[in-house]
């Protein structure tokens, strides 16, 4: 009889505890969606470091689902550093699709992998936009272990996992490449461990698996109701949303004469000279990066071999996952500047063996190509040596606009 009591006293704290949890779960489910309804978005959206979107699942597998956002991915170029930014064409109510930005610095193609596959597959019609950047593919490696752990999500790598479109084969390749990536990390052993018994099927992996399944699914239940949470607690502090569905149009004519102005004074009178090159970039990443360098810069990228990165490898499987998905990605290639990379030791033939090599791997897939590569000596395209400046954007938003929009 006294077993018996011990029994429940044990029993009932476990019962209670998760009994309270599926109730928590499914309380923020309908909070969320009711959530995400009625509050103004735009502080979220408009946020470059945002966890929601950046390492979640639910946000943005409700706006791209059933609200049918625009899912732009790229890296450190979502910056808010001009006024033309997407953000404020397509989260302003002068578009019909509202747009999701996704990445920072160092976010690259195996991390956009995984937040595509992370989503559910309602919408068969995804709008996705990836900006792709030269500098991705400047390492023979490509993206290092330390940032891709940076930018890890472990409930966009179970979702992504668990996804029934994604192929056994491209699941493989994705948990190889994690694996590698997560091998020395102390933040996420549980998705090492998981990603390498993944396809491992020796007797060893089998009795891990069979031991550990319980854990692996606790887990994966308890990272996704911690973004629900994250979400939840950041929705609260959102105002209402404004009852507004006037869309505005855009005078996209005027946004370049505007651009082309704000760039005139982001970059000043001065000449931002490097060897026999203008590069008209703004004149505070001259003055800290460029001027002071300018002997150090000399040659400085001279071992960067277009023709090998692993990155190749990442993007590829990008776009096979956005073929099991059905996904009909537009792809942006952004420019190389002229003179900085000419300088520093990638002529224009190297940089275009990255373009020539990335279109190659393109070819065999259903996509819509943004090409601006040809905009590297244009001036006031970019901001710096590697960003999308006033005008980039202004370009790059309105070839975005007339795809989806029209």
């Not at 009625?38 to 390492?55: A, E, F, G, R």
């Amino acid at each position: 009889m006294k077993n018996v009591k011990k029994i429940k006293y044990i029993l009932l704290p476990i019962v209670i505890s998760v009994i309270f949890t599926i109730g928590f779960n499914k309380f923020l489910d309908v909070a969320n969606n009711s959530l995400l309804k009625s509050k103004d978005l735009y502080p979220m959206l408009h946020n470059p470091v945002s966890l929601i979107k950046d390492k979640g699942v639910y946000a943005n597998n409700k706006l791209v689902n059933e609200e049918d956002y625009i899912l732009m991915m790229g890296s450190s170029e979502f910056s808010h550093s001009t006024l033309q930014h997407p953000d404020y064409y397509f989260d302003t109510n002068r578009t019909t699709h509202g747009a999701i930005t996704v990445g920072r610095a160092y976010t690259q193609s195996l991390q956009h992998s995984t937040v595509l596959g992370s989503l559910d597959n309602l919408n068969k019609d995804k709008k996705v936009v990836l900006i792709l950047s030269m500098q991705w593919f400047m390492e023979k490696n490509g993206v290092t272990k330390h940032h891709f752990e940076t930018r890890f999500s472990p409930v966009q790598f179970y979702k992504y996992l668990e996804n029934p479109r994604i192929s056994k084969k491209n699941k493989i390749e994705y948990t190889n490449r994690v694996k590698d990536l997560l091998c020395k990390s102390k933040d996420f052993k549980a998705e090492h461990i998981y990603a390498s018994i993944y396809n491992d099927n020796s007797p060893k992996a089998k009795a891990i698996k069979t031991l550990f399944s319980p854990y692996f699914s606790l887990r994966e239940y308890m990272v996704g109701l911690k973004d629900k949470g994250i979400l939840f607690e950041h929705l609260l502090l959102l105002p209402d949303k404004k009852d507004d569905k006037n869309i505005k149009k855009i005078d996209w004519e005027k946004e370049k004469q505007n651009a082309i102005r704000e760039a005139v004074q982001r970059v000043g009178k001065d000449k931002k000279t490097l060897g026999n090159s203008d590069l008209s970039i703004d004149k505070g990443y001259y003055n800290a990066y460029i001027k002071p360098n300018k002997k150090k810069l000399k040659n400085f990228y001279a071992y960067v071999d277009f023709h090998q990165s692993q990155e190749y490898n990442d993007l590829k499987l990008f776009m096979d996952t956005c073929k099991d998905l059905g996904v009909k990605p537009t792809i942006v290639l952004v420019p190389a500047m002229d003179g900085y990379y000419t300088y520093t030791g990638i002529d224009k033939n190297e940089r275009q063996v990255f373009f020539d090599k990335t279109k190659s791997i393109l070819k065999d897939y259903n996509y819509t190509l943004v090409d601006t590569s040809d905009k590297g000596e244009t001036k006031y395209y970019l901001r710096d040596v590697m960003h999308l400046g006033t005008l980039g954007w202004v370009d790059v938003s309105k070839k975005i606009y007339d795809i989806y929009e029209r």
